[in-house]
C-alpha cells in the first residue's frame, strides 16, 4: 500500500556530508511523523532524527548540530542533511514514516519502512 524508497547513501570520507532522500508513494492520505533510523554491523537500530509534519524535529544525541532533518509535505518527502560525518556513522540508514491511509470509506494507520541505504564513513 505504502513504499518508502530512500536514496543518497555512499562512500564519504571522515568530515565529509551526505544527503539522504526518502519519497513515500502510494495510497496516501497523508504522511504524519516521519523520521531516520540506523542499525550499524552487530548493533540495534537506533533513532537518529524524526520531523512531525508540522516541523517539529528531533534528535539523537549524538547527531545534534552535524545532521539536519527536513520535509517536503506536498512531496511526501523526508531529507537528512549529514555534516562532519564521522566513521561512527557508518551504518543501514533507514526512512520510517507512519502513514494514514484510505481504506474503503474510511482510513487506517500504519509504519512503514524503507529498504535501508548504506552510509560509509572512512576515517
Known amino acids: 500500500q505504502v513504499q518508502l524508497v530512500e536514496s543518497g547513501g555512499g562512500l564519504v570520507q571522515s568530515g565529509g556530508s551526505l544527503r539522504l532522500s526518502c519519497v513515500a508513494s502510494?495510497?496516501?492520505?497523508?504522511?504524519?511523523?516521519m523520521g531516520w533510523y540506523r542499525q550499524a554491523p552487530g548493533k540495534q537500530r537506533e533513532l537518529v532524527a524524526t520531523?512531525?509534519?508540522?516541523?517539529?524535529?528531533n534528535y539523537a544525541d549524538s547527531v545534534k548540530g552535524r545532521f539536519t532533518i527536513s520535509r517536503d509535505n506536498p512531496k511526501n518527502t523526508v531529507y537528512l542533511e549529514m555534516n562532519s560525518l564521522k566513521p561512527e556513522d557508518t551504518a543501514v540508514y533507514y526512512c520510517?514514516?507512519?502513514?494514514?491511509?484510505?481504506?474503503?470509506?474510511?482510513?487506517?494507520?500504519?509504519?512503514?519502512w524503507g529498504q535501508g541505504t548504506q552510509v560509509t564513513v572512512s576515517s
Open positions: 520510517n514514516a507512519g502513514v494514514t491511509t484510505h481504506r474503503g470509506l474510511g482510513t487506517a494507520y500504519g509504519d512503514y
Open positions: 502510494g495510497n496516501i492520505f497523508v504522511v504524519n511523523t
Open positions: 520531523i512531525t509534519r508540522a516541523g517539529v524535529s
